[in-house]
């Protein structure tokens, strides 16, 4: 018999796709109270836990070629409307090797789905020695500079070892779950702890950080810092991932509209960029003050949400794009 389906989950997801959206309308919301200071805290945990959930709930048969021609065809739907956004400037060049945007999640999980069988199949001991071998590489990855955008594959490389993270703990997520129920109040006593310091801790390191250091697209040389940094990053990351399993594990019951949103993260993902592009481009966001920034940009980003996030939409979109209908079955996350 299946296990009950994993609410914490859906519900985390539905918090950081939030955050994705949060964070990528601060860009153009210069006005926004201690904007750096936030942006900096997001993108010091948002992708890599995303990345982490994507390990920890993948399947043994991905839908490789059906997320490829995927790519293939937001890759040139957001070419074509950039070019328009921008009033046609220049002639219209389509590519296909360096992603668009937000587009390169989607080719780093095409390349961490094509290894995913491998890595579910391997013993604790091997993925143990593989995610040493990716750590080392992904450090190692911010000295060449010829590993840059094309392909994602500095991203792909700095963001892997949370993919396997993943994977090494996809078998012993249900496990998992009941160790961290089983804690009790020491949850309630880890939760208070992190929202107190983690916050504290990226306020103070965003004084001097850049966000160039935690794009991952960028070596070392080009944006002045080093393999310790990026080693910071990782341990910053990996205790913002348990805080996050931790919270998750006290939000483990459905959440009526947030749980059925944490479902379908991915067109959200790709679809608020087409808005954010447009809203940037007319200036949208920047005649707000500090006071209606606080009020409407998280107001904007749950719009997004709701709008890319229903269940209809993602009816709709899986058969446009022929991915097939989800199972009736509510026992499972990925």
Not at 143 to 168: A, H, K, N, Q
Not at 221 to 234: H, M, T
Not at 243 to 249: G, H, I, M, P, Y
Request: aromatic fraction near 14%; charge should be positive.
């Amino acid at each position: 018999m299946n296990a009950k389906r994993l609410y914490g989950y859906d519900n985390l997801r539905a918090l950081l796709i939030f955050l994705v959206v949060f964070a990528h309308l601060l860009e153009i919301c210069g006005q926004f109270p201690h904007n750096k200071e936030i942006y900096f805290t997001i993108y010091s945990f948002h992708m890599p836990a995303f990345v982490f959930l994507s390990g920890l709930f993948c399947g043994k048969r991905p839908k490789l070629g059906r997320f490829f021609l995927m790519y293939l065809l937001f890759q040139t739907l957001y070419l074509i409307a950039v070019w328009r956004i921008n009033g046609k400037v220049g002639a219209l060049r389509l590519q296909y090797t360096t992603p668009y945007w937000i587009l390169w999640y989607l080719l780093a999980l095409i390349a961490y789905w094509a290894v995913s069988p491998y890595l579910l199949s391997s013993s604790l001991r091997k993925q143990a020695a593989l995610l040493a071998a990716s750590l080392c590489l992904a450090l190692l990855a911010g000295l060449d500079d010829s590993v840059g955008r094309v392909l994602s594959l500095s991203r792909i490389l700095v963001f892997f070892p949370f993919f396997l993270l993943g994977c090494m703990l996809n078998p012993r997520r249900e496990a998992l779950q009941d160790r961290l129920r089983g804690l009790g109040a020491i949850r309630w006593a880890l939760f208070a702890a992190g929202l107190a310091l983690l916050p504290l801790l990226m306020l103070r390191w965003a004084k001097t950080a850049t966000p160039w250091m935690l794009y991952g697209s960028f070596s070392y040389a080009e944006r002045a810092y080093g393999p310790g940094i990026r080693l910071l990053q990782y341990a910053a990351a990996g205790l913002w991932i348990g805080w996050l399993l931790v919270l998750q594990s006290l939000a483990d019951f459905r959440i009526p509209g947030v749980s059925c949103l944490g479902r379908n993260t991915l067109w959200v993902f790709l679809l608020h960029g087409f808005v954010l592009r447009l809203a940037g481009k007319r200036k949208c966001f920047a005649p707000l003050g500090r006071t209606e920034a606080l009020l409407l940009v998280p107001a904007a980003a749950i719009l997004l949400l709701v709008l890319f996030g229903n269940p209809l939409l993602d009816a709709g979109m899986r058969r446009v794009l022929f991915l097939g209908g989800r199972k009736r079955s509510d026992r499972k996350n990925g």
